[in-house]
């Protein structure tokens, strides 16, 4: 293993979380099973008691959750200058079988996580608490999967050796290779626009409806989770094109780098951001649409907010998207 302080890091990160989150999951099993804020049995009380305190920690645990992400992301770049035939993120994620494994995992981590953030949030707006079963229900999916993710991370890394020669993006999202990334490279890039800019503007106008009528929220929920993907195959697929300034570099994770500006930097927060709060909201929604309690007040109150910011992170993809694209020197669709 490449011993190096931000790997330690990571891996501390996660040695903590699992510590906090493993407890957590044996006291949402009871939440599960006997949560009544009707009651007053001795158990409830105890129950309200510990709920405070262990939803203080999940919170902080999945604060630091959103941070390892990007934390990841720029640790794995880095080391491509030490992996031989590595040009940026994607060579390093190549050198073994765990790497890409621990990615996906990391970001599915980062989403449910947030998720769960947003459910707390909104949950503590109500002296009933209407969300408790369904954020301790989430947290008994998240645990699993933060055990993956740092099971699968821990291999990448044990299993990472500089004197191993590695692919480079350019093999990975070449058209002519035969994987999902190679297919994502080979989208045309007038439809992908378009698919993109729809998409979007779907999300935005099914966001102010609900902000003027309070209405269509898990459908704001839904169109959000449908964005990230069609943002990712835009950006493998033209948006990398217009800032490489050439019709063949497709790879996502260059855009990070200083030749460029650091432009994926200001790109994906606004994306991942948005996409988290609109997956919460949309969950939250899906609860208080199956009960009549006053979570239908507190999203009313508490959600308009969020939909703003939420909207206001796609607008910002969208715009710095256009941008790069019209600023570019490529000329990728013809007049």
Known sequence: MMVQAPILALILADVLSLLLLVPAAVFATQV??????????????????????????????????????????HTVDRMALQIVGAMCAVGTLSANAWGFPALWLRILLFFLAAAWLVL????????????????????????PLAAAAAAAQLAFFLNLDPDVITSCCGSLFSQDAESVTAHLAGLPPLPTMVALYAVLGLVLATGAVYLRWRRGLVL????????FPVAIAAIVAFVS??????????CPFCVLKPEYGYVGYA????????????????????VAMARRDSLQQVL???APPLVI????????????SAWLSWQSNLILIGY
């Open 267 to 286: 790109l994906y927060p606004p994306l991942f951001g948005a996409t988290a709060l609109g997956l919460g909201l949309g969950l939250a929604a899906a």
């Open 120 to 143: 707390h949030r909104l949950d503590g707006r109500s002296p009933e608490y209407p969300l408790t079963r369904a954020k301790y229900a989430l947290l008994l999916a998240i645990v």
């Open 309 to 320: 910011v939420a909207g206001a992170g796609f607008a910002l993809f969208a715009a710095l």
């Open 220 to 227: 704001f929920g839904g169109l959000s989770a449908l964005a």
């Open 32 to 73: 599960l099973r006997h949560w009544n804020l009707a009651s007053g049995h001795a158990l409830q009380l105890r129950l309200e008691k510990r709920t405070f305190l262990i939803g203080t920690a999940l919170g902080l645990v999945f604060v630091a959750q959103l941070l390892v992400l990007p934390l990841f992301v």
């Open 241 to 250: 094109l217009y800032v490489y300034e050439h019709p063949l570099h497709h």
């Open 300 to 302: 009313a109150a508490h």
